[in-house]
């Protein structure tokens, strides 16, 4: 008897596991080809756009393209999604290789300086990975974003990638730009710049430049306590983990989306997948402006969904430099931002689902 009512048991719990695997598996798929549909929508914006877009929209557009690229070596060729993902990736080839004359005759000095990160797809995507120390250091509201110069920002990326005035060969690393490249004073898009820094230099192929010489800076700084640039590269973006959660209340009310996105992308190009969340993504999706495909258009509306707080109207994001508001209002920063991030929410999602069905 104790037998019979203990197998009984068994094949209940079998059969309910099953079926809670086979709802969650379902979700999972509608998310899938709701970011797949959101990814489209962009592209067709940049299919129709290509030639009115500024270069930070196109370098969201080569990161996507990268990161579609490193998706299909790893997706099955018989995978329903394959064929669809392999056209969108050709498209986005197509309109990034479009645009280029374009950028060139609308800033051809900027064009120039950033020509290294734009002109082919992005390929240095790491493995998803968790954070293995998190801090819980709230952003000291004392610091100021306008202590961060964009423009000598700008003088460093240059100086990395060897397209700088002083600098015509990669990796070249100076003390001013690496002291503030670590700095601990920043937040926002100071913290983003940062990160992005270090990016440009993996995408330049300066990675064991930048390896080599990390120590030997934070050493003579005496006030970096991390001589590694990974374990570096982990902190700053647990710093920027805990802003990330400090905006996304009132990310939409605040004109934040693009700050936002941008913090996503940035840490989840390192392969942290603590940045990708489920419930994010679909907010995300619901910032697409439905009429062209962009993103950070002016005017637009969210719908309200009972479930969430966010707020119903955008609220204009502040100026970006170099930002270029196009005619339909969408603004191509946040566009290429959000296409970016699109991207590896797609690759981290399709992963995670083949890694169900192993």
Known sequence: MFCA?????????????????????????????????????VVDFYKNSFDKVNLDSIYG????????????KTLPIDHSLFQKLTSLHDTMTNAAEKAL??????????????????????????????????????????????YFDEQISDNCM???????????????????????MTSDDLKGYGNTHQILYFLFGYQTGC????????????????????????????????????????????VVINGDTDLFMEQGLVCSILGYEDFLDRTILENILLWQDKEYGCFGRKNSH???????????????????????????????HETGVATGLLSIYLRWLLLHELELKI
């Open 5 to 41: 009512i203990f197998t009984v048991l068994v094949r209940w719990f079998i059969l309910h596991s099953s079926a809670a695997r086979g709802s969650h598996q379902v979700k999972s798929d509608v998310l899938t080809d709701r970011a797949v549909k959101s990814l489209e929508n």
């Open 61 to 72: 557009l080569r990161v996507a393209q990268g990161s579609l690229a490193t998706l299909l």
């Open 101 to 146: 004359p374009y950028l060139k005759e609308y800033q051809p000095d900027y064009y120039y300086q950033f020509k290294p990160v734009v002109d082919k797809p992005w390929s240095i995507f790491q493995d998803f990975k968790k954070m293995k120390n998190k801090t819980t250091r709230p952003s000291n509201p004392e610091l100021s974003e306008h």
């Open 158 to 180: 240059t100086e990395m990638i060897g397209t700088n005035a002083y600098s015509k060969h990669p990796c070249h690393v100076s003390f001013d730009c690496m002291k503030l």
């Open 207 to 250: 990675r064991t430049i930048i390896e080599k010489k990390f120590p030997k800076f934070c050493g003579f700084l005496k006030k970096c306590n991390i001589l590694n640039v990974d374990k570096f590269l982990e902190r700053k973006c647990g710093q920027i983990l805990v802003e990330m959660n400090q905006l996304k209340e009132n």
């Open 302 to 332: 969210i719908k309200e969904y009972e479930d969430t707080r966010h707020v119903m109207r955008r609220i204009t994001m502040r100026k970006i430099l170099y930002e270029r508001e196009l005619d339909d209002g969408c603004s191509s």
